[in-house]
């Protein structure tokens, strides 16, 4: 499968707990988005890389949340004092060249589920 | 700030009738705007964009600048467009809610 590949699928943790999420995109895509989306809404963009710089951040993405893309390939996103509030489905998304209307393509998703 | 809106969540049509999806946005720069589509226990995927001008799977969708809508519009409901529909605003897609599209047979 050649597609953006998510891991893990599923994540239950306790309330304060750190959790991390991994993102491989289709290779040689540059751009890695991040997004959340909970029950009945759309997603939400949380944060972008070109290549291995980090361009632009939501301000849903709080001191707690940390994303990292250290080589321009995969990318990690780390929620750390995990709340009941961040239980929602992650996707990752990644697309090729420097457009903004580029196709984006979405991995499956990693669902949270904090207790 | 960028702000899509979809304003019904749930659409079921007959097959064979007509579909629109509604889709209004608010944004003070160049739009670029795009329908996604999830079907069921499936990924997100793309659908069309409008500047592609292009029309998928019988689906498609004008940029009205001057109303600021991306309606999606399809003549003829087939089953196999029962899925979520999200209308998308540039690059860091702000989405909108989505609609719920169930064609009955």
């Known amino acids: 499968d050649t597609g953006v590949s998510q891991d893990p699928r599923h994540k239950i943790t306790k309330r304060g707990q750190n959790v991390t999420f991994r993102c491989d995109p289709i290779s040689e895509h540059n751009r890695l988005y991040w997004y959340r989306q909970t029950l009945g809404q759309g997603p939400e963009f949380l944060t972008y890389f070109q290549n291995e710089a980090q361009l632009e951040k939501s301000r849903l993405l709080s001191d707690r949340f940390s994303a990292e893309r250290p080589k321009g390939s995969f990318s990690t996103l780390e929620i750390q004092r995990t709340e009941q509030g961040d239980s929602a489905m992650y996707l990752c998304?990644?697309?090729?060249?420097?457009?903004?209307?580029?196709?984006?393509?979405f991995g499956p998703g990693t669902r949270l589920t904090v207790l | 700030a960028q702000r899509v809106t979809q304003p019904e969540k749930l659409l079921s049509v007959f097959k064979g009738a007509p579909v629109e999806l509604k889709c209004n946005y608010s944004?003070?720069?160049?739009?670029?705007l795009f329908w996604y589509v999830q079907y069921s226990r499936q990924r997100l995927q793309l659908l069309l964009r409008?500047?592609s001008r292009e029309s998928i799977k019988g689906f498609t969708a004008d940029l009205n600048k001057g109303e600021t809508s991306f309606h999606l519009k399809k003549p003829f409901a087939q089953e196999e467009d029962s899925a979520m529909y999200y209308c998308?605003?540039?690059?860091?897609?702000?989405f909108g809610k989505g609609n719920q599209v169930v064609v009955i047979p």
């Open positions: 998308a605003l540039r690059t860091r897609l702000a």
């Open positions: 944004y003070s720069g160049s739009p670029e």
């Open positions: 998304a990644s697309s090729s060249g420097l457009a903004d209307y580029n196709e984006q393509f």
């Open positions: 409008h500047i």
